[in-house]
């Protein structure tokens, strides 16, 4: 039986996560983590008599097989140094971390000999979209991203459109210079990744979603994904947790264990 932590138990990943976690008999939920957690009723959050319950990560004493990870941006880099100090196989699937965090994770993670995946999507639907919008970036460079999602979410622009934006980037050979713009309203352009501009949509009723925009001489394209429900990122993440402890190094992406 494969021992599991989950960092961020009482989040709405988290909870799905907890879930999943109870019901499959080849895991047990050893540990959970979270900062509003001093005295959780173990029934609320359906938690085993014996997970041990945390609320900061300096008292975590216990070790598992695999760290999953739902927790904030200002959190999962330091989450993730620990898991894999303590060697644990992190499953990050919070969004935030910097190209630089992960470099300097995957050195770490090659200096502890042990291996790991950081997923920014774990929905089939945004995979794809990914893969598509890969390769329609080599016909069509220029592109802008929408993404929508709930207004909970603490973060923009969210880790699927950064993760889009990079893989776009790195496709496209000649995007089109930007026009100089006067806006009578600033910031209306969006954000802006290397010339890919990104907007994010914060919106009650919302869970996730991303458009993604190429236009071209007398033609457009547009790819969509949405995530109606989280139950779409569960199944990624079982997949992830059946998969991490084989891998050798720390990838990034669902889709390289697909
Ligand atoms: N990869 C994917 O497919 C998906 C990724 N996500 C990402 O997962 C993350 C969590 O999303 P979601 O569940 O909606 O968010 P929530 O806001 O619902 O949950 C956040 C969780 O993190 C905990 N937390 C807050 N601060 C800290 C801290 N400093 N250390 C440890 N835990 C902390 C919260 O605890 P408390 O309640 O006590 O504050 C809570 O349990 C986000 O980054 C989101 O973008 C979400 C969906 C899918
Ligand atoms: O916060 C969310 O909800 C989600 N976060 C991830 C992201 O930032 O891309 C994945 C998905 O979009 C849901």
Redesign the pocket.
Known sequence: MKKVFI????????QKAVQLVMEDPAYQLVGV?????SNPDPQVYHLAPTTKVYNQ?AQVDIKADIWLD??????VFA?TQFALQQHMHPVV????LQTEQIKTLQELAQQQGIGGII?????LSAVLLMKFAQEAAQYFPDAEIIELHHA????AP??TAISTAQLIAEQRQSPKPASPLHETLPHVRGGDYQGIKIHSVRLPGYV?HEEVLFGGPGEALTIRQDSFD?QS?MK?VKLALDQVMDLTELVVGLEKIL
Do not use: E, H, I
């Not at 983590?33 to 957690?37: D, E, I």
């Not at 997923?119 to 929905?123: A, D, E, Q």
């Open positions: 960092a961020g138990f009482t989040g709405a990943m988290g983590l979270a900062p509003g957690a990560l739902f927790t904030v941006p200002q959190a989450n699937g919070t969004s935030g997923v920014p999507n774990f929905g909970d979410k603490q973060d969210s880790g996730a989280r990122f990624g």
